[in-house]
């Protein structure tokens, strides 16, 4: 792709991110910012989005990474992620997490989840930032709603901004408006190549499964994950029980 094509996909990208900052009120003056880095496509494009606005805003904030490296996947990504990092000249900051994946009751997605939300709490405490941008898309909102709705039975999802500890911590999603497709089409116009996951059960789990259901509602119904966001914010208290 010719350098001024990836640049202008890029920024038509940038101000879907602003407007999903903008309209929640994500960010503000003086802030200070911990992104959780995975090094997937999502984590990577978060990181270049918010780096990138800094440049034209009239505002500034201060940006630095956290990689929660779980020691049981043998992860080799960290010296990458650190070059990705320094062209950024965004600092990185490394927590060795190991599992307990013998907890009776729980699975390991959610030990893991939890384990990793602990450790970039901690981490965001450390730095003194008040939030924590996660690289959560369109599709992940979309996928956690169905979760919750078809495993849970309610009706709720991950928004797009959310107040933690009684407001001492807030996590963003800046990606929010993003389609996992335009996350792919932006990692591509950049000099960046997604870590891959490591997780052996990646491939299992029911977030698997709800992002088949979606990817087969795309497929039939026209419009359907458009429709599907919107009325995420847009319900009628009138005709529900």
């Not at 940038?14 to 802030?31: F, L, P, Q």
Request: glycine share 4%.
């Amino acid at each position: 792709m010719h350098f001024k094509m990836k640049e202008k996909q890029i920024t038509k990208y940038v101000k879907t991110v602003g407007k999903a900052i903008n309209t929640y009120t994500m960010i503000e003056a003086g802030d200070t910012i911990c992104i959780a880095l995975s090094g997937g496509k999502d984590s990577l494009v978060c990181m270049d989005a918010l780096y990138r606005r800094l440049s034209y805003l009239p505002i500034h904030y201060t940006l630095y990474c956290c990689h929660v490296n779980v020691t049981n996947f043998n992860n080799k990504s960290i010296n990458i992620l650190q070059s990705y990092c320094s062209i950024y000249n965004i600092p990185l900051i490394i927590k060795d997490i190991t599992l307990d994946l013998s907890i009776k009751g729980s699975s390991p997605c959610f030990v893991c989840s939890w384990y990793r939300r602990k450790a970039l709490f901690e981490t965001a405490a450390q730095l003194n930032c008040k939030k924590i941008a996660f690289g959560h898309n369109q599709d992940d909102i979309i996928i956690t709603f169905f979760l919750n709705m078809l495993y849970h039975g309610k009706l709720s999802t991950m928004p797009p901004k959310l107040k933690m500890f009684n407001g001492a911590l807030e996590i963003i999603r800046p990606l929010a408006f993003l389609t996992e497709a335009q996350i792919k089409g932006y990692i591509k116009a950049l000099p960046l190549s997604p870590i891959e996951n490591e997780c052996p059960y990646k491939d299992c789990t029911k977030r698997y499964q709800m992002k088949e259901l979606l990817k087969n509602l795309n497929k039939t119904i026209k419009g359907a994950q458009s429709n599907i966001f919107h009325s995420l914010s847009h319900w009628d208290d009138d005709y529900l029980l």
